[in-house]
């Protein structure tokens, strides 16, 4: 793993080695990162499972399949995960992005936050805002400004000093022990029963009455859905015509270990971004970053195809390339899988979830098979 992200961090910052050195800065990554020593700078970390159980007296960037931060941040953490417990305290911003998360310590200013599910437990203390785009939102400890956001089902017993200010999905239940110091406003579909002794503010529910709208805006993202599909069946058809066996081959690496190719896909992601961050910030380093960028857009695109291109792998047998019309069936159980992909993709909520999953996996697929050829070009003496 860590010769991947070598290989990735040197051909993005190899223009910007005498720029990096006025910075303070420190990396890390592999497959599973602890980390027990003390940071004095600004920390970039990625890994499959990711543990922070010392200070960091910077800045923390963390992603991995499952994070844990124990130790204190003096700055801003941004992490991002599949599973994120956060059980140090932040002095700054916390901005979090994963599938269930969990806050225990305290944050000094705002948590940006969005996921599945989040947990603020009672002994955490967010010193200012929380905006939250969540499925499920449960808040037992106190923030001490307002709560804003979407959320499909929040659950207040805790403490918000300012005002709640939401969208509600699907409910709305305030407990009679929680309270809110400013007012309530919310939309959503039915009126919610609000304890009146819990706020000090007022309630005020506004009933969602865009219905027409909403239909227009559903429809047009169904229409671009399905240009997608039918625009993501041509590259399959010209992958399983001009590069059968490589996509095949990609197929059975993640097959073979798919909390590897996650975890791969996750340091990949956040190499790439960094490096194209700390590239933009130099003038000779613009056009590198731009281009990684652009490599960021396509690898988005191509991702979902070779999760498709996977899970087709369940049900066409993939030891038998020779079989009578194997490109067929590989065509019609890659377009299924793909068609599948874009049908969870809708789903509220949980579908963009498990999209962001899928296509951290897609991209994992990818970065291992690019590594495989460069390995391949360097046994052949070629590079």
Not at 323 to 345: D, M, P, S, W
Request: contains cysteine.
């Amino acid at each position: 793993m860590k010769k991947l992200v070598s290989i990735l961090a040197v051909s993005m910052l190899c223009g910007v080695i005498l720029p990096m050195s006025a910075y303070a800065i420190e990396f890390g990554a592999s497959e599973n990162m602890v980390v027990d020593t003390i940071t004095a700078d600004d920390f970039y970390v990625a890994g499959g499972r990711v543990e922070i159980n010392a200070d960091v007296n910077g800045d923390l960037f963390v992603a991995g399949g499952e994070v844990t931060v124990a130790g204190n941040v003096a700055g801003d953490l941004v992490v991002a995960g599949g599973k994120v417990d956060i059980k140090g305290n932040v002095a700054d911003d916390l901005r979090m992005l994963g599938g269930q998360g969990a806050i225990y310590g305290n944050v000094g200013d705002d948590v940006i936050v969005g996921g599945g599910q989040l947990d603020i437990a009672k002994t955490a203390v967010v010193g200012g805002s929380l905006i939250a785009g969540s499925g499920y939102l449960t808040i037992d400890g106190t923030v001490k400004e307002d709560v804003r956001g979407g959320i499909g089902m929040l659950i207040l017993n805790g403490k918000v000093d300012g005002s709640l200010i939401v969208t509600i999905e699907e409910k709305l239940n305030i407990s009679e022990t929680a309270l809110v110091g400013g007012d309530v406003k919310y939309s959503a579909l039915i009126d919610m029963n609000v304890p009146t002794k819990s706020v000090k503010g007022l309630v005020h529910f506004n009933k969602f009455e865009t219905e027409e709208t909403l239909k227009e805006v559903t429809n047009a993202y169904l229409s671009y859905r399905l240009v997608s599909y039918l625009s993501a069946l041509v590259f399959v058809l010209l992958a399983i015509l001009f590069m059968p066996n490589w996509i095949i081959k990609s197929a059975e690496n993640t097959k073979k270990d798919i909390l590897k190719t996650f975890g791969v896909g996750v340091v990949t992601m956040i190499a790439c971004f960094i490096g194209a961050i700390i590239l933009m910030v130099t003038i000779i380093g613009i056009p590198l970053g731009l281009m990684v960028f652009a490599f960021l857009f396509i690898a988005a695109y191509l991702a979902k195809i070779f999760v498709a291109v996977w899970a087709a792998g369940y049900v066409v047998n993939y030891k038998k390339p020779s079989a009578k019309y194997f490109k067929a069936k590989l065509f019609t159980g890659t377009a299924l899988a793909l068609l599948a992909y874009y049908l969870i993709g809708l789903i509220p909520f949980v579908g963009w979830l498990v999209d962001i999953i899928l296509f951290l996996i897609g991209i994992g697929s990818m970065a291992i098979m690019e590594k495989e050829g460069w390995d391949l070009l360097k046994s052949k003496k070629m590079v």
